[in-house]
């Protein structure tokens, strides 16, 4: 028992490694998964209502409220707590599970892909913020790449489960699962530690927000390469399980798995690797590899082209994501963190959104032409490349 108790105490007395990361870290497990297991399943859906036309919005209307409430997220982070906001974040994903097989209209489809969308641009934000609190500044690296390796080990479960669900079962209780997910996740966090000191009670004063809370201008850099970066996502998001069926394919989870698999292999290295290299270098090298990752993607004709240049995309992802939150982070202010962090998930949203949107217009049902719109994402990925070294160039 004493042994027990023992290494219990040196557990949580670990820089990174104790309970109130650990707890972090399953939550974002959960709510990952919660929302994740809809994605590669909601294309069908939505085409059986009769808006296969709109495909293009189940990922842009999404992006698009979370990013527009990632100001207020930032401010309640920053002023309420880091707690209160996740939990909302969560409570979004409840409702939304049980509001799917009520709504069976395209337009409240739609309508509810918006209200979803608010999920996201909540807990995220305060779940940075919260990890940035608990851990040193010499390690944000690691301790973010590792919680990265959770919130992506829930992108990989919850397409392959979603997909297992509904191919066995049926949409409404994909949806209730949904709920259940974000459900748990929500317990985890009402028995987290509040780390923002001093606090605000809320108001509704506080959703009042000006242009200064809006953007931090100090991480701007961290937001241009975020938003090029993240415009591949929305492409892959949007493309990805009509490319996966034209491939005979019959599980539209599968790339999902592959690149989550893949970047979860490199989450955690790449996090302490920036910490020891610097996050620059990082980022050049996973952009490089993302758009390697998008040409062989256009190119894919064969199960094994298809799954290499998953893989590709997930190092991509796995290098850059923990990189460029650990960059954000070190370029804010303390007592702005939320809104730092905020600035960069506005950035993130609006590369999905206009990458799902742009792919969807270009689409219009033709998988003749997914190549291009995927070659068309390796160039974008390039000229971030090309911004990152300017940026060094005129740094030295």
């Not at 105490?9 to 972090?24: C, E, G, R, T």
């Amino acid at each position: 028992m004493s042994f027990l108790k023992n290494t219990l105490a040196k557990y949580n007395s670990h820089p990174i490694y104790n309970l109130k990361f650990a707890m972090v870290c399953s939550s974002s497990l959960l709510f990952s998964a919660s929302y994740n297991m809809l994605i590669p399943e909601l294309p069908a859906y939505l085409s059986a209502m009769g808006g296969a036309k709109y495909i293009g919005l189940i990922i842009a209307l999404f992006t698009l409220t979370a990013g527009i409430s990632r100001p207020f997220s930032g401010r309640l982070t920053d002023t309420v707590g880091r707690v209160p906001v996740m939990v909302f974040g969560a409570l979004v994903c409840v409702f939304c599970g049980f509001l799917y097989p009520i709504l069976h209209s395209v337009f409240g489809f739609l309508l509810l892909r918006l209200l979803h969308g608010f999920s996201t641009g909540f807990k995220p934000t305060a779940t940075s913020a919260y990890i940035a609190d608990i851990t040193s500044q010499q390690s944000w690296g690691e301790a973010i790449g590792m919680q990265s390796l959770f919130y992506s080990t829930g992108m990989a479960l919850g397409p392959a489960v979603g997909s297992f669900i509904k191919l066995n079962y049926s949409f409404d209780v994909l949806f209730y699962s949904s709920s259940v997910c974000a459900f748990l996740s929500m317990v985890i966090i009402l028995n987290m530690k509040e780390t923002l000191e001093p606090r605000k009670k809320f108001k509704w004063s506080l959703l009042k927000i000006s242009r200064r809370d809006i953007i931090a201008l100090e991480v701007l850099p961290a937001a241009i390469v975020t938003f090029l970066f993240y415009t591949s996502l929305g492409v892959i998001l949007t493309l990805i399980p009509d490319w996966t069926a034209s491939l005979g394919i019959a599980n539209k989870g599968l790339f999902f798995i592959v690149f989550t698999i893949s970047s979860l292999l490199v989450r955690f290295l790449s996090g302490k690797a920036s910490d020891r290299y610097g996050r620059t270098v990082l980022i050049k090298i996973g952009l490089l590899v993302l758009a390697v990752a998008m040409v062989v993607i256009g190119l894919a004709s064969t199960y094994l082209l298809f799954i290499t240049g998953g893989i590709l995309f997930g190092l991509a992802m796995g290098i850059v994501s923990p990189s460029l939150n650990a960059w954000t982070i070190d370029m804010s202010h303390k007592e702005a963190r939320g809104k730092a962090v905020a600035t960069m998930y506005i950035a993130l949203e609006a590369g999905i959104g206009l990458g799902a949107l742009f792919s969807g217009w270009y689409y219009q049902n033709r998988v003749e032409v997914i190549p291009f719109a995927m070659f068309f994402t390796a160039g974008v990925a390039v000229l971030a490349f090309i911004y990152m070294l300017k940026r060094t160039l005129v740094s030295r």
